[in-house]
């Protein structure tokens, strides 16, 4: 078993930055894919950002060139850096670890989520 923990949420004005952490704990060593999420209200979960045991990320387009997602081995914890946020970057965001990989961007090929934690953006 994984146990993840968001935190780092808040509100924020446009153009403003935040930091997400997610720490992980339990069987860390089984994970392959870590990643982000996020749901806007009434709306379906949606890929961020992901980064794989070797280093590799990827990002939705919605976020390139605005998100980094990095990670921190020895704390077991990984970081969504968002810059330069924009109202409709606003929704719940989740940490997800996933054992067995596939397509990133789909949430059911994560086992583990976190209890995400809100970020609100305004303008």
């Known amino acids: 078993q994984v146990q993840l923990e968001e935190s780092g949420g808040g509100s924020v004005q446009a153009g403003g930055s935040l930091r997400l952490s997610c720490g992980a704990s339990?069987?860390?060593?089984?994970?392959?894919?870590m990643a982000w999420f996020r749901q806007p209200l009434a709306n379906q979960r949606e890929g961020v950002a992901v980064?794989?045991?070797?280093?590799?990320?990827y990002y939705s387009g919605a976020v390139k060139g605005r998100f980094t997602i990095s990670q921190d081995r020895a704390k077991n914890t990984v970081y969504l850096q968002m810059n330069s946020l924009k109202p409709e970057d606003t929704a719940m965001y989740y940490c997800?670890?996933?054992?067995?990989?596939?397509?990133?961007?789909?949430?059911?090929?994560?086992?583990?989520w976190g209890q995400g934690t809100q970020v609100t953006v305004s303008s």
């Open positions: 997800a670890a996933s054992r067995t990989g596939g397509s990133w961007y789909f949430p059911d090929n994560y086992s583990y």
């Open positions: 339990g069987a860390t060593n089984s994970i392959v894919t």
């Open positions: 980064i794989y045991a070797g280093g590799s990320t």
